[in-house]
């Protein structure tokens, strides 16, 4: 009731119009307003603002600049998103498509397909074909860019010059430490860029991880990145798994497949939630505030378990 009251109080009637002619111009409005209800999630607080921070969502000065953004998003994660007339302010939002049923329910969580081919990332070309030939252990494509197991040994070694010429341009190790340097050596030898993110199941590095976190999620968002630990497995689970928690699921952006914590293997997800909740305590204390509400915060571990569930 009482998200229902501000989001009374803050609308502004003289952009409903606008927002209602926008919606009637559509060619599925009658789906959207009368049979599963969608279009009326405007005159939520949260379509304007993050359920996370409560900070302003992005807002396009036009409906065609929105749409530009939308396709662009679309394009690089391979999901469809939609633009609305926002009722809090003058802009308008872009969102990722939530399908939705004669009921108006939200239809339940698709595992990200892992055959996916993104073509391009920002003004390089990803080569995802020629990449997924790579005989590099538990390798799969993730968001616009890879996971698997480290490069530094000598039987990868042929794998570098080829995924340099097919696209990787960014190299994320998140093993806690290389103290051969061997690693940021052929990083520098073969043109990528070297980002240490160090993750440990035990959650110990927690400060570490918060500290460099908007670096990971700005590498990841850039695209054409190799992300690795020592197996390409449980690490890596981990950091993706953050990665879509505390950030990316705000950008409508779809949550990682698992690999490493799957249930089918034998295992669970009980580590990722052990760093998940290491990190939510040590941000809140850091920051002075809780990096979203806990209900929210649930509702995407909840997330994280099912598709460790259903992943195979």
Known sequence: MGTVLTSLKKIKPKYIGVWLKD???????????????SAWGVFSIYAHARRSDGKAKTAYITKVDAEEGASDLAERYHSPFVVYKCLFCDGWHVSKAVKKDAEGKTASVVLPDK?????SAGSEALNVSRISTLKIPDLHQVYVGFRGRTLSSRPLAYAWPVIRESGISIYIDLREAD???????????HGFQYFHYPVDKRSKNIPQMVENFPKLCELIDKGCFYIACAQGLHRTDIALCTYWVFYAADMGIAPPAIWGYRQADGHDTSKIM???NA?????????????MPMDVFRERKEIIKELSRKSK
């Open 274 to 276: 052990r760093v998940l």
């Open 179 to 189: 103290k051969s340097e061997r690693l940021p050596h052929l990083c520098e030898l």
């Open 23 to 37: 919606q009637l111009s559509r060619p599925d409005w009658f789906r959207n307003m009368v049979v599963n209800r």
């Open 115 to 119: 055959n996916t081919i993104v073509v």
């Open 279 to 291: 990190f939510y305590q040590f941000k809140s204390e850091k920051d002075g505030k809780d990096p």
